[in-house]
């Protein structure tokens, strides 16, 4: 009886990667075994249960209607397996198991590794799994049961409960003090993000500058946007965040502002599955994040400096 219940964690595991992987080649990968080997147990499967559970196509593989059905029962029964184990170590005393996190890129950039670091040298029996994308993608995990924690970036509308851990400055970043007016003939760095980061950043230009910005420079990320500023090459928006060492005071910082003189923030929000919280291993988590931004502010004013246009 043992070795039948592992071998349906494990029939529901893979299943449940190659839905996630979308392409059994990277699916595979992922379990560290052959493309053929996954095939056939997928074929396997598929015989056991008396319908087609996936279609394959150029793109990738496609569930059918039987195989949305089995997909939602593994996880469910992932899902369960975790609540009995960690009713079993309840007894024990310990708190382990396993805690699925989605974060976003700069805050696993900038953020998560020091607050893992932490929660791992006091929950060491706690197996911690994380993926990164841009918040809109950790979102979609979320809603999609890859995780039962996100952190994610802007206001996307999630499924689960959602508390807002902290706000953080838009920054006009230059290497020297440049008006307003002038920044147009200044040149412009901008780099690939969410719609929600390049919406705030265009608002911005239309409300403070005569035209659009010629962009200069398109990069593909943040830390690449801030070695260019670094070095003088031109000026960009970035947030607190992902200022990183552009916090140095060679490096001119202004927090911006709307037209009625608000500082411009971008939230960072906890999202967590409330039917999860029940489990003792994803509330020792939370508990533990809100206990740690209670005490810990990541902005710190003293490196701004502000100026009127």
């Not at 056991?48 to 997909?71: D, K, M, S, V």
């Not at 040298?121 to 918040?135: G, M």
């Not at 039962?148 to 706000?167: E, N, P, Q, W, Y």
């Not at 020792?284 to 246009?309: C, G, K, Q, R, W």
């Amino acid at each position: 009886e043992q070795k039948g219940d592992r071998m349906d964690n494990r029939e529901w595991e893979t299943f449940i990667t190659v839905v996630e992987e979308g392409n059994m080649t990277k699916a595979a990968e992922k379990l560290f075994i052959s493309q053929p080997a996954l095939s056939y147990r997928i074929r396997q499967m598929e015989a056991a249960l008396g319908n087609a559970l996936l279609l394959r196509t150029a793109e990738g593989i496609i569930l059918t209607p039987q195989g949305e059905i089995y997909h939602d029962y593994c996880k469910r029964m992932v899902q369960e397996q975790e609540k009995l184990s960690e009713a079993l170590n309840a007894i024990s005393g310990k708190i382990q198991g396993t805690l699925k996190i989605a974060s976003s890129i700069n805050f696993a950039d900038y953020e998560l590794p020091k607050l893992l670091s932490r929660f791992r040298e006091l929950y060491p029996d706690i197996n911690i799994q994380v993926k990164t994308a841009f918040s809109q993608q950790v979102v979609k995990m979320f809603n999609t049961g890859e995780c039962v924690i996100a952190f994610a970036r802007g206001g996307h509308m999630s499924t689960g409960k959602t508390i807002r851990l902290l706000d953080e400055p838009y920054c006009l970043v230059y290497k020297d003090l440049v008006p307003h007016k002038e920044l147009l003939k200044v040149p412009f760095i901008r780099y690939d993000t969410d719609g929600t980061v390049s919406g705030v950043i265009e608002t911005w230009c239309t409300e403070h500058l005569e035209k659009e910005p010629a962009v200069a420079m398109d990069v593909n990320s943040m830390v690449t946007c801030r070695h260019f500023v670094r070095e003088g090459l031109g000026w960009s928006i970035l947030t607190y965040m992902g200022l990183g060492s552009c916090k140095d005071k060679d490096i001119f910082v202004s927090p911006i502002r709307d037209k009625a003189g608000n500082l411009v923030t971008r939230e960072t929000n906890l999202i967590y599955n409330e039917k999860a919280i029940n489990l003792v291993v994803v509330k020792t988590f939370v508990d533990y994040v809100l206990d740690y931004y209670a005490e810990h502010n990541i902005v710190d004013p003293s490196i701004f400096e502000e100026y009127s246009e």
